[in-house]
């Protein structure tokens, strides 16, 4: 059965402090792995999909990198409005597998 | 353009009862999916439709259905409602299987 898990579940950043979040994957038939960002009652809005490990992808302050196992969505100097939800996604041969998300804080 | 669009936004409901959520994907679109979210579950597949065909089920019980009509808008039903099915019901549409998937902003369903 396809997997995906992220860590942290939560993470609390001071505004301009980087880090990363991680996505663990076992998805049969890789088509592709997507993240999201997720704001408190509403649905995902998407911003990347990585094709192929070692594809990078990059959107403002975020970049997503892609190995066989793992993703990363990189976020460099955050600011507050980057507080969400970030979920990411592993399509296999027929459906897209989430994991349970990160939720990040970033502090002014 | 329009984005997908989910109605209705909130739905009270008392348990045994059955509901009927609705879902308009973005023009030209002909992929609809459904995904139940759930504060410990996070999001879990329902079933996908492409062309009015059912393509891909998830694991859930028989009182989840659906179906797709002919200009490609969707509507889950729910029967026999339970506690547990209280959730954020989410669709999602693309142009086809696979590619550039778009969620509407759900539907929060409470059963009581």
């Known amino acids: 059965e396809d997997q995906v898990t992220q860590s942290p579940e939560a993470l609390r950043l001071q505004e301009g402090e980087s880090s990363s979040l991680n996505c663990s994957y076992t998805?049969?038939?890789?088509?592709?792995l997507f993240w999201y960002r997720q704001d408190p009652g509403k649905g995902p809005e998407f911003l990347f999909t990585l094709y192929s490990a070692g594809e990078e992808k990059e959107k403002e302050r975020l970049k997503a990198t892609l190995t066989k196992k793992e993703s990363f969505l990189h976020i460099t100097a955050p600011k507050p409005e980057d507080s969400a939800t970030y979920l990411c996604?592993?399509?296999?041969?027929?459906?897209?597998?989430f994991g349970t998300g990160t939720r990040l804080t970033i502090i002014p | 353009k329009a984005g997908v669009t989910q109605t209705p936004r909130y739905l009270i409901k008392t348990r045994g009862q059955q509901v009927t959520l609705s879902c308009s994907p973005i023009?030209?679109?002909?992929?609809v999916s459904w995904y139940q979210q759930t504060p410990g579950q996070g999001l879990q597949f329902l079933f996908e439709?492409?062309?009015?065909?059912?393509?891909n089920k998830g694991n859930f019980p028989g009182r989840f259905s659906g179906r797709q009509f002919s200009n490609s808008r969707s509507e889950m039903n729910v029967s026999t409602l339970e506690l547990g099915d209280s959730a954020l019901y989410l669709c999602?549409?693309?142009?086809?299987?696979?590619?550039?998937?778009?969620f509407g902003s759900g539907t929060r369903l409470t059963v009581v």
């Open positions: 999602a549409s693309s142009l086809t299987n696979g590619y550039g998937y778009t």
């Open positions: 998805v049969s038939g890789l088509r592709g």
């Open positions: 996604a592993g399509l296999g041969e027929e459906k897209l597998t």
């Open positions: 439709y492409f062309s009015e065909t059912q393509r």
């Open positions: 023009s030209g679109h002909r992929s």
